[in-house]
């Protein structure tokens, strides 16, 4: 992991989308070291207080939630016929996590997640999410739209040594539970190396 130092306290900006994808990906890679900064005399935070002040917020005041999965579909136009009869696409697993609607009126989770991957495989996921949430007017029903930056580990990946991944994030249905897409795009031109979605449910405990 690479270390950084900042130097000069934060001065707090209004929440933006790229303030979002900021903490994103801080939070889903807290085994990056930011040092923390001497507070000014304002006593403002340095951004690694408060990425850690954030979470701590999410943990404490979201709301806890189930996670169960069931499918990873390989693309079939990025993987060959007889890799696709090889490859797992029961994608089994059960994780626990909080989300907190902020102020926005947007999704911001904490979670860990444990399911079989596409070789059998466990594969454990931990990290944070958001998502831009759109309600569908007066069904009750909204759709959600945004990202996850997560520490992921597979046994076939770096052996089983935990590696940052950010993927895109979709989901529909209501704040009690939402059926979610997650993306993973194809990485190599080569055949076999294709893409994959992830569909989950995420139910409010």
Same mark, same amino acid.
């Given at each position: 992991?690479?270390?950084?130092?900042?130097?000069?306290?934060?001065?707090?900006?209004?929440?933006?989308?790229?303030? #979002?994808?900021?903490?994103?990906?801080?939070?889903?890679?807290?085994?990056?070291?930011? #040092?923390?900064?001497?507070?000014?005399?304002?006593?403002?935070?340095?951004?690694?207080?408060?990425?850690?002040?954030?979470?701590?917020?999410?943990?404490?005041?979201?709301?806890?939630?189930?996670?169960?999965?069931?499918?990873?579909?390989?693309?079939?136009?990025?993987?060959?016929?007889?890799?696709?009869?090889?490859?797992?696409?029961?994608?089994?697993?059960?994780?626990?996590?909080?989300?907190?609607?902020?102020?926005?009126?947007?999704?911001?989770?904490?979670?860990?997640?444990?399911?079989?991957?596409?070789?059998?495989?466990?594969?454990?996921?931990?990290?944070?999410?958001?998502?831009?949430?759109?309600?569908?007017?007066?069904?009750?029903?909204?759709?959600?739209?945004?990202?996850?930056?997560?520490?992921?580990?597979?046994?076939?990946?770096?052996?089983?040594?935990?590696?940052?991944?950010?993927?895109?994030?979709?989901?529909?249905?209501?704040?009690?539970?939402?059926?979610?897409?997650?993306?993973?795009?194809?990485?190599? #031109?080569?055949?076999?190396?294709?893409?994959?979605?992830?569909?989950?449910?995420?139910?409010?405990?």
């Amino acid at each position: 992991m690479i270390t950084t130092t900042s130097s000069h306290p934060r001065t707090p900006t209004p929440a933006s989308p790229l303030r #979002a994808w900021r903490r994103l990906a801080m939070v889903a890679t807290a085994a990056i070291a930011l #040092a923390p900064v001497a507070h000014a005399e304002d006593n403002q935070y340095s951004l690694w207080q408060q990425t850690k002040d954030h979470a701590a917020n999410i943990w404490n005041q979201g709301e806890s939630e189930l996670y169960l999965s069931g499918v990873a579909h390989h693309g079939r136009g990025t993987y060959t016929k007889e890799k696709l009869n090889e490859l797992n696409e029961h994608a089994w697993g059960l994780g626990y996590g909080k989300t907190l609607r902020n102020e926005k009126g947007d999704d911001e989770s904490l979670y860990g997640f444990v399911l079989k991957d596409s070789h059998r495989h466990p594969q454990y996921m931990a990290g944070y999410a958001y998502e831009w949430v759109f309600p569908i007017a007066k069904t009750g029903l909204e759709v959600g739209l945004g990202g996850t930056a997560m520490l992921m580990s597979r046994q076939d990946y770096f052996h089983s040594v935990p590696f940052p991944v950010p993927l895109p994030l979709a989901s529909i249905g209501t704040k009690k539970g939402k059926i979610m897409f997650a993306y993973v795009p194809r990485l190599s #031109a080569n055949k076999n190396n294709g893409d994959v979605l992830l569909i989950f449910g995420r139910i409010e405990m």
